[in-house]
């Protein structure tokens, strides 16, 4: 489960976020849609403990973001608009690599994939 509460966070004087409080259950699905600087990217990123908030929390499993980084990381599937993987490996590596990275076994990870 994903807890966001009261959530802001500014970039100098443009307020990005501004109280955002949201619960996303097991196997629920959610859309974030809004004009180009509403805050989608920053509220994800955040979420997704990639970006410190100015206030509030966020909890991913119980964990949160930046008490618990990496129990909190460890239930978390992120997908970034702009991927930061590196260009030259395949799909099939990079699945290996965050399989590596979660501590999956290799087998079990191939079966995942």
Do not use: C
């Not at 619960?23 to 859309?31: F, H, I, M, R, S």
């Not at 799909?91 to 995942?112: D, I, K, N």
């Amino acid at each position: 489960m994903l807890v966001i509460e009261a959530l802001r966070h500014s970039y100098g004087e443009r307020r990005a976020l501004d109280g955002v409080t949201l619960t996303v259950q097991p196997g629920e699905v959610v859309g974030l849609l809004g004009a180009n600087g509403a805050g989608k990217s920053t509220l994800m990123r955040t979420a997704a403990g990639l970006q410190p908030a100015d206030e509030g929390v966020v909890t991913l499993a119980g964990h949160d973001v930046w008490d618990a980084p990496l129990l909190a990381r460890a239930a978390l599937g992120y997908a970034a608009e702009e991927p930061s993987f590196h260009e030259d490996l395949s799909a099939a590596e990079y699945l290996a690599f965050v399989a590596a990275v979660r501590g999956l076994e290799p087998v079990a990870a191939h079966a995942r994939a």
